[in-house]
T-cell receptor
Framework: DVKVTQSSRYLVKRTGEKVFLECVQD?????MFWYRQDPGLGLRLIYF???????EKGDIPEGYSVSREKKERFSLILESASTNQTSMYLC??????????????FGEGSRLTVL | AQTVTQSQPEMSVQEAETVTLSCTYD???????LFWYKQPPSRQMILVIR??????QNATENRFSVNFQKAAKSFSLKISDSQLGDAAMYFC??????????FGQGTRLTINP
């Protein structure tokens, strides 16, 4: 089974802190994604990556950056956390080609609270 | 950009009954994929069912089926014989580009015993 692991399920940080959210997948997937989930807004794409050291902005990249130094790991960075970044963050991965196009495999999520 | 709309924030159904979740989308493409994902409480989101736009036949996976109306840009999910384990947030999604998905707002489904 594909496993996508997010390093922290719950985090509490203070405004202005630098926050790292880590995501690791074990199925050699090329594509990795960071989504933000908020009630009434669904999932919104922050950043995605098609390959190592490659990144592309999603729909809401402001205030975030990412790093993909190894194929299995995709990190989301909040350079200076703000209260409006309090949210659930979901990491996902998928192959470029496969029998089920578009099937994303998700981690359990990281619930971040910024005080 | 493509948009996906789920107009039902919450739905409830009696156990063993049938429920339909609605989804509409907007696109100018002719070939695309649509998906329903399920997010159980405190658990990972998983794929329930997918539909390829060029296929006229509605997709079915056991108790889950879709009603795909391409001209109306509608993609509803029907759950038959609802079970307590079906309680979850359900998200409709459209595939934009190579592998990027655009999600709807979600519908919270409650199953009443």
């Amino acid at each position: 089974d594909v496993k996508v692991t997010q390093s922290s399920r719950y985090l509490v940080k203070r405004t202005g802190e630098k926050v790292f959210l880590e995501c690791v997948q074990d199925m050699d997937h090329e594509n990795m994604f960071w989504y933000r989930q908020d009630p009434g807004l669904g999932l919104r794409l922050i950043y995605f990556s098609y390959d190592v050291k490659m990144k592309e902005k999603g729909d809401i990249p402001e205030g975030y950056s990412v790093s993909r130094e190894k194929k299995e790991r995709f990190s989301l960075i909040l350079e200076s956390a703000s209260t409006n970044q309090t949210s659930m963050y979901l990491c996902a991965s998928t192959m470029i080609t496969g029998s089920v196009p578009g099937e994303l495999f998700f981690g359990e999520g990281s619930r971040l609270t910024v005080l | 950009a493509q948009t996906v709309t789920q107009s039902q924030p919450e739905m409830s159904v009696q156990e063993a009954e049938t429920v339909t979740l609605s989804c509409t989308y907007d696109t100018s493409e002719s070939d695309y994929y649509l998906f329903w994902y399920k997010q159980p409480p405190s658990r990972q989101m998983i794929l329930v069912i997918r539909q390829e736009a060029y296929k006229q036949q509605n997709a079915t996976e056991n108790r889950f089926s879709v009603n795909f109306q391409k001209a109306a840009k509608s993609f509803s999910l029907k759950i038959s014989d609802s079970q307590l384990g079906d309680a979850a947030m359900y998200f409709c999604a459209y595939r934009e580009g190579a592998q990027k998905l655009v999600f709807g707002q979600g519908t919270r489904l409650t199953i009443n015993p």
